[in-house]
């Protein structure tokens, strides 16, 4: 993995060694680790974080186990404990929904670029295909 991966993967595993300390489970249950201390480990975060963002987590722990050639034992408890905590995320962890871009601001846009820069007309032409690629996702 690359350095910046493994300094995000470190925080998630310093994570759940933190809550298996304040568990008092002991070293030799954490690796590999039962459905049951997954679950808990991804209930201890209902409420507190974005479901999409315990979901990674696991997948850190995921990775954890492989790295280790521990078994994975994650199964369907854990898929039903990660869709709970999904449903019960806080408002706080969704972003609103931002406003669509409008003609107008694209005619803005083009108004205040050179295109005959090179670097000008690939960043209007990249925000060109990105709008249209969003106007076609829905076919």
């Known amino acids: 993995w690359a350095d910046s991966t493994l300094s995000k993967y470190q925080g998630v595993i310093e994570q759940f060694h933190g809550f298996c300390q304040s568990e008092r489970i002991h070293m030799r249950l954490r690796l590999p680790t039962s459905e049951d201390l997954l679950c808990a480990f991804a209930a201890s975060r209902v409420g507190l974080l974005a479901g999409n963002t315990v979901q990674n987590y696991m997948a850190v722990v995921k990775a954890w186990h492989i790295y280790n050639n521990a078994r994975w034992l994650g199964g369907v408890r854990l898929r039903y404990i990660l869709n709970g905590v999904k449903n019960l995320a806080p408002a706080t962890s969704k972003r609103p929904p931002r406003p669509p871009i409008t003609r107008a ?35």
């Open 105 to 139: 601001m694209f005619l803005l846009l083009a108004h205040f670029m050179v295109l005959s820069d090179t670097f000008d007309a690939c960043c209007f032409a990249a925000a060109c295909f990105a709008m249209w690629a969003q106007c076609r996702l829905g076919e």
